[in-house]
């Protein structure tokens, strides 16, 4: 009996072709740095509710500062005591620099005060939220013939406003 051999070719070592992945790497990773650096510089600190038990030592602060965002005005208000002023829109804006000036004075009022809450509509607009936080939070100062920015309060948190009485009144037949 014949055994046929069977031949094998050689195996050659070829070469691997990183050039289209030197490129993608090129591209990527520039652009992957710069969309980072631009996130962290967008980024807004919040204070978001959180579900934890609260301890039995701690006194409520004499005020609870709420900032309702309404289609038409601004309301100001302390959730124990009810509305202390509202802000109308002036040239169909709302007006955030009378806002910031109104909470001054509830900041000299209360100085250890620190935290505030925002309440938005649901058809609010994003950008009306970004600028009621900086009336919010902070406040801008002339100081040795600088602008500087202090604080009102920092610790802003974010909820949903109930709806306005108003409107509600309106929608009922």
Do not use: C
């Not at 031949?7 to 990183?18: F, H, P, Q, T, Y």
């Not at 250890?112 to 649901?122: D, F, G, M, N, R």
């Not at 919010?136 to 009485?165: C, H, I, M, T, Y």
């Amino acid at each position: 009996m014949f055994r046929k051999r069977i031949r094998r070719k050689a195996v050659s070592d070829g070469e691997l072709n990183i050039t289209a992945f030197m490129n993608l790497m090129v591209v990527l990773v520039p652009f992957l740095l710069i969309t980072a650096v631009f996130s962290q510089v967008t980024m807004l600190e919040l204070n978001l509710p959180g579900g934890g038990e609260s301890p039995e030592d701690v006194t409520p602060p004499p005020i609870e500062l709420e900032v309702t965002i309404r289609k038409d005005q601004l309301e100001v208000g302390d959730r124990n005591t009810g509305l202390l002023t509202v802000l109308p829109q002036v040239d169909g804006k709302h007006d955030y620099d009378k806002l910031n000036e109104y909470l001054q004075d509830v900041k000299a009022k209360f100085p250890e005060i620190l935290s505030a809450t925002i309440l938005a509509e649901e058809t609010t607009e994003y950008d009306d939220i970004v600028q009621a936080m900086d009336a919010v939070r902070l406040v801008e100062q002339k100081q040795d013939d600088e602008w500087v920015q202090a604080e009102l309060f920092p610790q802003v948190s974010l909820g949903n406003a109930v709806p306005d009485p108003r409107n509600a009144a309106e929608a009922t037949p």
